[in-house]
Every structure is written in structure tokens, then in C-alpha cells.
């Protein structure tokens, strides 16, 4: 494993946990830290193969144009909607208010 | 009123000439498209439903739910990159990701380094043109109601979310940053609609929402090379809303910069009552979008068959329609004078009508102005005119047969009333024509009755002219033909 040498800095753990709104302990950092590590370590090892001549692609399944048809279907039941909202008002999702400055 | 309005432009410029700085802005206009169900789910597309009434797990976000790419979507954002001048080329879809509620899965689908359409152009009335950097496709997000006692955004306490609107297929139009003034962006918007519009692809309705415009704004001194730190105006509007917040942010930045400090790039929002922007976020987090191809989507290859043939299904281009009556009206003297009566004729979707019925021989500038006036104000009911009997009332008004007023109330009538014939409209409305034959006979029976007045006429008093004219609608009631009598006058004196 990659034990000495860390794929990810424990400043970029704490600028992703602020990007999706998490507050993480300096324990939970250090957890995190390595674990990420880890995966970006096993992802790298795809960067020892010779892919000189692969061109690149979009997504691994050779398909393209996969399209549906412009015909409205029956959307789901309003009650069914807001069933696990925690809270909702007017059949609406009510949520803290989102702009915070 | 108009004073206000030029004003403030007067004083823009005015303050840019003065302080030695010049404006540059971008804009990136969100276009709703006319699809009948959402982007990547069948939920229907529509305006104005009960809350979180056309929502599935698709568009609400709920694991496990995927993707599947609208065609006809595809097809509308292909008319869209082809009237905009734009190459269509392969392109793939990318997430961008970020927190907010409006955004169920809590990233958009997106198109990112490969949009379906690039490198395209709007041409302003005024000859002026704008580049066009991309034109992607992209989701819609969910409506968001800020609600709180005093009703001011900053002081929201909950916010409502309705998803009915996350997943509408939208095409986002990115500019350079070739508009330099308020006025030309709200020209730039104002041609843009009616180019997309015209496609059939969206319905362009500012105040429903359904195009909105953000506005990247930054101010440089005039010899400077390099352009200023921008800031962002989201979410705008309206044309109105959209001037006023460029003049105002143009002056911020300019009066901060005098002032010795630096414009920090952020996004900012447009307070109508206020009238000025106010800032919602600085960018430095917010720019971190993560953009990586989306897994659940293959790529898009339109391919050339069928480019050609959604190019070969769509309407006329707003440019060929409008050159279509330039053409038919090739003839008239005053063409330069009515090339904005022809932009509105199109915009209004009268071109169709007046096409016919000029073809049918009616004259084309009268058929012009009528409609575009007139006619204009039951527009519906003008693309329905029956261009024999409009054609034939025109013909009457051309050959002096009625007057221009009789000819505008005969129209009025024809418009409220699109199964009777021009005649019986006539015969209804009472209305007398006073041709050549009948404006001589009375102009001959008031000579005689004042000849006083006919001789100091034809000493070379002019005003004596208005003197008659008085006196013979007072004889007709009103429908005979002032500029005809006119005429007649001048020819009774040059015979005496
Ligand atoms: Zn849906």
C-alpha cells in the first residue's frame, strides 16, 4: 500500500468536506486523509500501463444517441413526493433558509 | 416615459468618458425549451402547476434513478446552434457539482469542455455582431421561495422548494465579451430571443421566466490591455432590470477603483427595489464545480444526416423571413425608413399574411403599416385576416377611393369581424367613397359658393387650403380624403 507517500494533503480533505458542507474533527481528517489516499493510490496504479496508443473515451460501453421519445408519462403522487421530506410546508420541501450572508 | 431611461444612458456615458474607463460584459442567457416532457425524465414540462405536482424519481433525485437523453430536446438545442450561426458537433455531458436545494441530486447535468454547439454569432439591427462562445445544454433547477416577515431576501427565514421546474431541458447561450454598454446588451438579448424564438425551440418569455440572463461585468481603464476582475449578476429578468443592473455595476466598480480599492470577483444579485446589486457569494469556493463526465450518459454524435435534416424541418431563420419582406418590398421608395416595421412585422409573425397579401397585388408599404400598426394591436386576429379582403381594402385606400382614416376604420371592423366580406363591412360602417369624381364635384360646389376665399387662394394663400379641406369634411362627414382635396385644389388653380 501507499503508506509513505499520501495521495491527497490533509488541506484539500478540509477544502472538499467545505465544498459538500461537512464539518469533520481533526480525527475524522487524519481518517479520511488516509483512506482517500488509499483510493487515489489504487486509481494511480492505472497510470503504469502503456496507454499510448488508447485515444481516449467518454464512458467505457461503446454506445452513443441513446434517446427517449417526447411523450409525457404519469408523474408520482404529490404525497408520495414529500413523504421523506423532513419537513415541508404547501406541499413544498421547506428547507433552512439558503442564503447565508 | 422615455426621459428617465436616456438619462441614465446619458449619464453612463457620460461618467465613462469622464473617468477614462470603458465597460465589458458577457452574457449567458438560460433559454427554457418547448419540449413536452422534462430533459431526462417523461414528467411533463410545464409553467404554472400545483408544487411538486410533475416530479418522479428521476427529477427528484432519488438513488437509483438514471438519466435517458429527451431526442427532441437534442433537437430544438440543434435549431438553436444552427440559427446562432454555431458548429453542432459531437459533444458529452459532464456533472457539476454543487451543494444547494434547488438541485435535487445535489450536482446539474451539465455540458462542460464539449457543448453540442460552439463558435457561433448574433448579428445586432444596427450591423453591430456578437460572438457566441457555446450554446449547451444543460437542466433546469428546482424553484426556491424565500419567504420571511419583512419579505426581503437577506432576511429569509425558510426557503420552499418546488421541483416541477428541475430537469426542464434549458440550452444556456454563453457571449463573449463583446457588449460594451447597457444598451447594446439589452439589443444583444432583445435580437437573441427573437432569433431563438423564431426556431420554434422555446417561447423566450423573460417575465414567465422561461430566459433569463446572468451578466459578467468588468470595468478596465481605456488604455489598459488587460481586462478588470468581473463580478456576476445572476438571475435577470427582465430587459428593464438587465440595463439598470449593468449601469449600476459599472459604476460600482468604477467608483471602487477611483476610490483605491480592488473589485473582488463574486456573484452578485439585482435588488428591483432597491436598484442596485448586492452580493450573494464571493467566488473563491464557489468556482470549485468538480466537472467530471457523466457516468449514467453516452455521447451525443448528432452526425450530419441528421443536422441536414432538422436544418431542412425548421422554420425560416428570422434573417430569411425578414429578408423574404425586404424583398417584396424591394420597390418602395422608403425601404430604409420601415426596416424597423419589418423587424416588428416578423416579431409579431405577420410576415405570413402580409406575404399573401401582397402577392395578391395589395401596395406593400400600406399592407406594412397597417399591420404593424393597426392591425398590431389584435394581433391574433391579424394572422388570420383574409388577405383577398384586406388586399382589395388596401387597393381602395391606394387609388384614393377612401380615405386612410376610412381605410383604418374598415380594418378595425374587418379584424373584430373575420367572416364578413370588405363590402358588407362598407355598406355596415356607412361608409361613402369620395374617389376623384366625388371630391372634384364638392371641391367645384365650394369654389362657387366662396369664391372670395378660391380667389385669395389663387393669389398664393396657402392657408386657405386648411379652410377648405375644414369645410369639405364638414360636407362629407368626415370621410372624404384631405390629401385628394388637396390635390384637386392645387389643379382647380392651376386651370383658373
Ligand atoms: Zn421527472
Known sequence: ?101 | MEMPANTVKNDIEDFLKDTGFEATIGLEVHCELKTATKLWCSCKNSFGNEPNTLVCPVCLGLPGSLPVLNKRAVEYAIRIGLALNCTVQNSIFHRKNYFYPDMPKDFQISQYDIPINADGYVTLPDGGSVGIVRAHIEEDTGKSTHFSASGRIHESSATLIDYNRAGIPLVEIVSAPDITSSEMAKAYVTELRNIIVATGATDGKMEEGSMRVDANVSVKRIQDSELGTRCEIKNLNSLRSLGKAINYEIKRQVDNILSGQKVVQQTRHFNEDLNQTVTLRTKEEAEDYRYFPEPDLVPLNPGAAWIEQIKAEMPPLLIERRRMVQDLMRETQEIDQLQSAIAILVDLNLDSVFKQTVGIGANPTIALKRLTNEAANAVEAARNLNPEQFAKLIQLETDNKISTTQSKTILSKMLENPDKTLDILISELNIVSFGEAETTALVEQLIKDKPDEFERFKQGDDKVTQFFIGQIMRLSKGQANGKLVTEILMKKRNQF
Not at chain 1, 497510470?47 to 427517449?68: C, G, Y
Open chain 1, 1 to 101: 500500500m501507499t503508506q509513505d507517500k499520501s495521495f491527497i494533503s490533509k488541506e484539500q480533505v478540509l477544502h472538499v468536506a467545505a465544498l459538500a458542507k461537512l464539518n469533520l474533527s481533526d480525527q475524522e481528517v487524519t481518517k479520511f486523509t488516509a483512506q482517500l489516499s488509499d483510493i487515489l493510490g489504487y486509481a494511480n496504479e492505472l497510470s503504469e500501463l502503456e496507454l499510448k496508443d488508447v485515444s481516449p473515451t467518454a464512458h467505457p460501453i461503446e454506445l452513443e444517441n441513446v434517446f427517449r421519445d417526447d411523450t409525457v408519462l404519469k408523474s408520482i403522487d404529490n404525497s408520495k413526493v414529500i413523504q421523506n421530506a423532513p419537513e415541508s410546508l404547501n406541499s413544498q420541501f421547506k428547507v433552512p433558509p439558503i442564503l447565508d450572508d
